[in-house]
């Protein structure tokens, strides 16, 4: 699903990922750990080109989109990115704020984003709140807006940056409820510091660190046995 090749990224004199190769299958569920600072959410917003690689090759679905020539904004509708602070717009209800999108790209007639709406909002339990605005809306409730409004578009992949760093326990629980689900259909790629999320959401993990990939294995393996020192004090508290 997405080839990275030789990727940096630097702002200024600040080099913030050095040189990273990576590969992401199709329907693989991936979450990357590490410190603040390291490099991860940075990463994620590359994956689409919200921030333009410094350096370094990025191929998504079998189309270079670090190319100039690609059609970059028809690329971004098949990668669903779930924001940590939302990102709702507060001027327009919920119902307005999920079709804007379908609608003005024409992937959706208005009727369709209505139907699709309304489908979507049943399943996150928010139906009730299509005509209500954002500021009514609780944080839990406008992350899983948020993710509905990425759904719309028919992603193939999902990017989520730090989904449940700004909510309660049980709102993180519903929305990792949500995320589970999404496994089953899409990759998914998760920005998290949340070990404990980590371990339960994801088939494979990254641990970044100072703008490098230390190390990537199956969480299971990676939580379990890491091979690198500097993963394993991360892991376990000893890190810094």
């Not at 670090?66 to 059609?71: E, F, H, M």
Request: proline share 4%; charged share 25%; aromatic share 6%.
């Amino acid at each position: 699903m997405i080839d990275v090749k030789n990727l940096s990224k630097s702002f200024g004199d600040h080099l913030v990922l050095d040189d990273i190769t990576e590969s992401i299958q199709v329907g693989e569920k991936v979450v990357i750990i590490g410190p603040s600072g390291s490099g991860k959410s940075t990463f994620l917003r590359c994956l689409n080109l919200l921030e333009t690689p410094t350096k370094g090759t990025i191929t998504f679905n079998g189309t270079e989109i670090t190319d100039p020539k690609a059609k970059i904004d028809q690329i971004r509708q098949q990668m669903g990115m779930v924001f940590q602070h939302f990102n709702l717009f507060p001027n327009m209800t919920i119902r307005k704020n999920i079709t804007l999108a379908p609608v003005r790209t024409k992937l959706l007639t208005q009727a369709e984003a209505d139907d699709t709406a309304t489908t979507l909002l049943r399943r996150v339990g928010l139906e009730d709140k299509a005509d209500s605005y954002p500021a009514q809306l609780s944080g839990g409730q406008k992350q899983r807006i948020a993710i509905v409004r990425a759904l719309m578009m028919k992603p193939k992949m999902m990017l989520f940056d730090e989904p449940t760093s700004a909510l309660d326990p049980i709102s993180t629980l519903k929305i990792e409820e949500l995320m589970e689900t999404l496994k089953k259909k899409y990759t998914v790629v998760i920005v998290t510091h949340n070990m404990q999320q980590a371990a339960r959401v994801s088939d494979d993990t990254a641990f970044f660190l100072v703008g490098e990939v230390v190390e990537k294995n199956a969480t299971s393996e990676i939580f379990a046995r890491p091979k690198d020192k500097r993963t394993e004090d991360y892991i376990t508290g000893r890190f810094g």
